[in-house]
């Protein structure tokens, strides 16, 4: 399941490093955009790329094979012949979320493997690689580590590489004088992040999104953890996370598959033994705000963030397609044309999700004069929210469309594409089908999906059935949109109360959207079997449903106090007084508790507790939709 909450305008986290205190609010008539610009955008198309609308693109086709090594190492291959050589990867799940206590211990590991081996130092190392035209490479990052080898296909450059390559994943021998090259390297790099603004928003933006969650620090360590790494601490790491059961190998090049079975198993016996890491958990949704970093100079950084995805979610598909159009490609996104194009305040301004493990973050990130910060902080605030609120047009997605199915096969055009392609799929479990699947997947989506996405909550492309029931009245998808999007900023990590859950719609949908905790009550049995149903389903563990009248139960239990309470009691029973009055009595509400209701009179003659003001009211057909703000004197 996925853990992905919806995309939340007044959840995001903000971090500018400014470099002035003015705000300036931008006049719509003060548009600078260039005329040559707009003279370029209305310009006729190129004859050549109007000839191919509507023709399919060619597409490599893929045979994925896959199996394990006898000590657990999960292989993908693809045979290419055109080339005398071969490309392999292996990757690990030996990132940085993996430092434990010890930020840096991931990267600096990896950085020391082809520092020394027995019998060679770095130097020998990089002379046998090169003396054979191969080429080895490395690195570390927040989910994986990884190492790479490009040889000559021909069996006596092969082997020899192999060989060579073996020694260095397998036997690593982190010589003393390179430890210290090596940390003294990262440090001098700590200094020069000190004069990179965008280095700092974007470490303050992690600290912030991420908490104690191990996605936190930054894969190179602190300047505190760094010169503490030890020998021992990175002998241990290695043993734990460089094994057999914890690799992926992709391989793609001139082999056969007899041959590539042959090499994947040497490479894997030469691993240390040892079963896959356990998976990090998932991070717990943060609080949003506004951070501002002080610094020297005439051009501020915004970025704004919040979780986003991990690379399971079934949405992945949908969620890309609507980045693209709202600001992952270049000119033409929604947020290219209204802050560069119509107003000229930035140079360049995108989005983008960056799916891991779990859930990573969804970015958007520019440069302004620092003057025009405080006005295009705003901007990008409105933009994001109007385009959530519309979604995009039909236009926008068949041109997104267009250019995905012309730019896609440039990433399988290459055997060093090829197999960056084949990693990822393996370590992060994607089915052998899944550069198709995208294709397919992305080519059918139509605006109502690609919006859903984007707004819809955890579980926003499931669709459960409810049960027939006699009075279940589930609020109206249009009407729920609109509660959840007046509940944006107030339902991340709320204690939810829902006393007549019927189909459980609302409840669910709190839960969606980031509710800490939820209680769903209802009197009928069917009903609260199918809510159970439904929890079961999505495997959520922070919802609870009990059979219990609602009345009889707020008026009897011990009461806990709740963020947000739904009140959508059944009709022409006069429920709503009652059930109000034993919410306040009782001390069922927090202080500034969010209160809705659902009646067929206007809110204004519900005779409601005095300390409730209303905040928002609709009515569609003969229903009053309302939502209430509880104020007590010891919250003002």
Avoid at 369 to 391: C, I, N, P
């Amino acid at each position: 399941m996925s853990d992905r909450k919806s995309l939340i305008l007044p959840g995001l986290i903000a971090v500018t490093l400014v470099a002035a205190s003015a705000v300036y609010v931008l006049r719509p008539s003060e548009s600078v955009a260039s005329p040559a610009l707009e003279k370029a955008q209305s310009a006729s198309k190129l004859q050549s790329l109007a000839e191919l609308d509507g023709k399919a693109p060619t597409n490599r086709t893929l045979d994925v094979q896959s199996w394990t090594t006898a000590e657990g190492a999960k292989v993908l291959f693809v045979e290419a012949h055109e080339l005398p050589m071969f490309d392999m990867r292996i990757l690990f799940a030996a990132g940085s979320s993996q430092d434990g206590d010890v930020p840096g211990l991931a990267l600096m590991t990896n950085a020391m493997l082809n520092e020394g081996v027995p019998g060679k130092d770095v130097s020998q190392i990089a002379s046998g690689f090169e003396g054979l035209g191969a080429d080895f490479g490395n690195g570390a990052y927040r989910d994986m580590a990884l190492v790479s080898l490009r040889s000559l296909s021909a069996s006596d450059k092969r082997d020899a590489a192999l060989a060579l390559f073996d020694d260095v994943i397998g036997k690593p021998t982190f010589p003393a004088d390179s430890l210290a090259r090596i940390k003294n390297q990262i440090l001098a790099g700590f200094e020069y992040q000190k004069q990179n603004p965008g280095k700092l928003a974007s470490l303050e933006l992690f600290k912030r999104l991420y908490g104690d969650h191990p996605y936190a620090h930054p894969s190179e360590g602190n300047a505190d953890s760094v010169p503490k790494i030890s020998l021992a601490q990175l002998q241990a790491f290695h043993a734990k996370a460089y094994t057999a059961g914890n690799a992926v190998i992709a391989v793609v090049g001139d082999l056969t598959r007899a041959e590539a079975e042959a090499m994947t198993a040497k490479v894997s016996a030469s691993l240390p033994r040892g079963p896959a890491l356990a998976k990090i958990a998932q991070p717990t949704e943060p609080k949003a705000g506004l951070s501002h970093i002080e610094f020297p100079s005439k051009q501020t950084h915004l970025l704004f963030a919040q979780l986003g995805i991990d690379r399971a979610d079934p949405d992945y598909a949908a969620l890309s397609m609507g980045n693209q159009i709202l600001g992952g490609g270049g000119f033409g996104t929604r947020l290219m044309s209204e802050v560069r194009e119509k107003r000229g305040l930035t140079y360049g301004v995108y989005s983008g999700f960056s799916p891991m493990q779990v859930r990573g973050p969804f970015m958007i990130n520019l440069q302004t004069r620092a003057e025009m910060s405080g006005g295009t902080l705003r901007l990008v605030e409105q933009v994001l929210a109007d385009y959530l609120k519309t979604g995009p047009t039909q236009k926008e997605l068949d041109d997104a469309k267009r250019e995905l199915a012309g730019s896609f096969p440039l990433s399988t055009a290459s055997n060093a594409d090829i197999v960056g392609q084949l990693g990822a799929m393996g370590f992060y479990n994607l089915p052998l089908s899944y550069l198709e699947d995208f294709m397919k997947q992305s080519q059918a989506l139509t605006v109502d999906q690609v919006k859903a996405a984007m707004i819809g909550g955890e579980w926003g492309s499931r669709k459960l059935s409810f049960p027939d029931v006699v009075g279940l009245r589930p609020t109206p998808d249009r009407v729920r949109e609109t509660l959840f999007n007046w509940l944006a900023p107030y339902i991340a990590g709320a204690k939810v109360l829902d006393p007549f859950a019927g189909s459980g719609a609302l409840f669910l949908e709190a839960l969606s959207r980031g509710a800490s905790q939820a209680q769903a009550l209802d009197a009928s049995n069917v009903a609260v079997s199918s809510l159970k149903e439904h929890l079961g389903t999505l495997r959520c563990t922070s919802g609870q449903v009990q059979t219990a009248d609602a009345l009889r139960y707020l008026e009897t239990q011990a009461a806990s106090e709740y963020d947000v309470v739904f009140l959508d009691p059944p009709f022409n029973q006069n429920l709503l007084p009652t059930v109000c009055t034993l919410l306040e009595d009782r001390q069922w509400l927090a202080p500034d508790a969010w209160i809705y209701t659902e009646s067929e009179t206007a809110p204004s003659t519900l005779g409601l507790p005095g300390s409730w003001r209303l905040h928002r009211e609709q009515k569609s057909g003969r229903v009053y939709y309302a939502l209430w703000h509880r104020l007590v004197e010891s919250a003002v």
